[in-house]
């Protein structure tokens, strides 16, 4: 995929982000050009995770690009066909809410609009403790929705938390080549894990 230029938006699901900085070395060591954004929660908190600046220093790294972090930097991602795709990873029951019903409050929920603009794909790496419960609408509302992909998904720990759901980041490479050819990754949907 190298010269393919991809938005990388990270939202707050903090217990993941490890997990998610490791896809994005991948896709940076496989070529894609990666322009990070991230949501006011995860730019800006610290948590038992780690430090805010720990996060920002290592995506900064990894990417060789700064954060876009701010509404008006990420506006132009639409007019200016600035990116051929954009992936939310993680990707929160929160940011799914917000992106069924519109709501364009955040660098994230905007870049996803700008995008969505030139009718460009968007995927979603799921990860919410409530996707089988509160976050259920959202996702069923998005997985109806035209330009949008999800990495494939499955529950995380059924015993210990019925209703989450988590993607299988190792897929992410495959699932955005598949949409940019339109296609939707296959299976969607994992079988149960833990």
């Known amino acids: 995929m ?5 938005g990388f938006a990270l939202c707050g699901s903090f217990c993941t982000l490890e ?19 991230m949501s006011p929660f995860t730019y800006e908190t610290d948590t038992r995770f780690g430090a805010a600046e720990q996060w920002r220093d290592r995506v900064e790294g990894l990417c060789g690009r700064p954060i876009w972090h701010t509404v008006p930097q990420v506006e132009p991602i639409g007019p200016r066909k600035l990116l051929d795709i954009l992936l939310v990873a993680p990707c929160t029951g929160n940011t799914l809410g917000k992106l069924a019903n519109g709501i364009t409050d955040t660098p994230v929920t905007m870049a996803v609009k700008a995008h969505l603009r030139g009718d460009r794909p968007v995927v979603l790496a799921v990860s919410t403790n409530d996707g089988l419960s509160g976050s259920a609408a959202g996702l069923g509302a998005l997985l109806c929705r035209k330009n949008y992909y ?10 210990k938390k019925p209703t989450s759901l988590c993607a299988e980041l190792s897929l992410t490479g495959a699932t955005l080549e598949a949409a940019l050819r339109g296609e939707q990754l296959q299976p969607l949907l994992l079988g149960a894990r833990g």
């Open 2 to 6: 190298n010269g393919k230029k991809l």
């Open 19 to 37: 997990r998610t900085l490791k896809t994005m070395a991948e896709l940076a060591a496989a070529g894609w050009e990666i322009q990070p954004i």
């Open 150 to 159: 999800f990495v494939p998904f499955g529950q995380d720990d059924p015993l």
